[in-house]
T-cell receptor, first 116, second 116 residues
């Protein structure tokens, strides 16, 4: 069964460093998402992406964050200069299409980011 | 604005007890979807169920059942005869439908511990 994959599973970085979290969505999916979960807290929406552009972003998704689909398979989240409060689990999700009822978002296993 | 409230933060039960997880939501949309996700200690998000706002039929799947009541904006989840493997954090979530962002809005989660 197709699944969303994420690498790495755990990333440790120093404050101020740039990190890139990688996701490979399910191959025929067109809509991509990043969510964040600070330890012990709820899962929060960061950004949605379609047709090579951001379709919606939350207040959390400030200028330090960017997303990209550099090729036909990867979907990346970049944090330019990490802060301690960026430490969280980051989930990637993808879905087939929208606008005709709901299409389920399939979640990856997550990348745990630790900022020291 | 959309909001999901899970008033219970943590519940501990003994195996074979029944347990109900409460979820109350707020939305101005007439069409929307409700979800339950399970997050075991390993951290991944496991999809359990999706209901649309026009389908108030209760659903049963094995030991799991869901009670959707539009009149009270609630979507409660019951585990019958709980087992140790049910120990996890459970999230209720809400999404818009048709023409809007498909982002999921999660509740804060409820940690269920099932003791042998």
């Amino acid at each position: 069964e197709p699944e969303v994959t994420q690498t790495p599973s755990h990333q440790v970085t120093q404050m101020g460093q740039e990190v890139i979290l990688r996701c490979v969505p399910i191959s025929n999916h067109l809509y991509f998402y990043w969510y964040r979960q600070i330890l012990g807290q709820k899962v929060e929406f960061l950004v949605s992406f379609y047709n090579n552009e951001i379709s919606e972003k939350s207040e959390i998704f400030d200028d330090q964050f960017s997303v990209e689909r550099p090729d036909g398979s990867n979907f990346t989240l970049k944090i330019r200069s990490t802060k301690l409060e960026d430490s969280a689990m980051y989930f990637c999700a993808s879905s087939t299409n929208r606008g005709r009822g709901y299409n389920e978002q399939f979640f990856g296993p997550g990348t745990r980011l630790t900022v020291l | 604005a959309q909001k999901v409230t899970q008033a219970q933060t943590e519940i501990s039960v003994v195996e074979k007890e029944d347990v109900t997880l409460d979820c109350v939501y707020e939305t101005r949309d007439t069409t929307y979807y409700l979800f339950w996700y399970k997050q075991p200690p390993s951290g991944e998000l496991v999809f359990l169920i999706r209901r649309n706002s026009f389908d108030e039929q209760n659903e049963i799947s094995g030991r799991y059942s869901w009670n959707f009541q539009k009149s009270t904006s609630s979507f409660n989840f019951t585990i019958t005869a709980s087992q140790v493997v049910d120990s996890a954090v459970y999230f209720c979530a809400l999404s818009r439908s048709q023409g809007g962002s498909e982002k999921l809005v999660f509740g804060k989660g409820m940690k269920l511990t099932v003791n042998p």
